[in-house]
């Protein structure tokens, strides 16, 4: 895929998963099972120095979609749409109006772009954000030759799933790790 000046733009896929730390083989954890991660990160593109800046899940989603801190766009409390809050009422972060999800430009630079299916960014993203949204938006539903940005949330290590699962088998018997 060519733009007019000869640069390549390349597809993205972004893979985002929560609660787990560094702890997939690609990273070097020796118990961890995960050939297909592992692949992936030999083919593609592997961060080595991405941290987190919030210690919470939907801050860290505003500040990773945004390209900011959470606390410079007001979504730096969890939870703020909750409305069984003591100490405030229910309200929503409001980014500037500068700040735009980067899908955004992403889709007006010619991407489509595609979020399976987390949006708990502690604001409502812009209907101009995504090309598709929800359980069935994929990268492969684009129009042909079309380049993509699509994000795959995998919610299988956060934490509010680890405990409906507390029942289950043992994968890696903890005498191993």
Known sequence: LRRASGRARHNVLCVTCED?????GSYGDP?????????????????????SSSGVCAPSRAALITGMYANAIGANNMR???????????YEAVPPPAV??????????????????????QFTPPLTAWD???????????????????????????????WARANDPEVVPPETV
């Open 132 to 162: 598709e949204n929800g359980r069935d938006a994929h990268w492969k539903n684009r129009p042909e030759g079309m380049p993509f940005f699509s994000v795959f949330n995998l919610e299988t290590t956060h934490e509010s799933q680890v």
């Open 31 to 51: 118990v961890a099972l995960t050939p297909v991660l592992d692949r992936f990160a030999r083919e593609g593109v592997r961060f080595t120095r991405m941290f």
């Open 20 to 24: 787990i730390s560094p702890l997939l």
């Open 100 to 121: 735009r999800p980067f899908p955004e430009y992403l889709r007006a630079a010619g991407y489509y772009t595609t979020n399976n299916a987390k949006t708990d960014y």
């Open 80 to 90: 703020t749409s909750t409305k069984d809050l003591a100490d405030h009422a229910p």
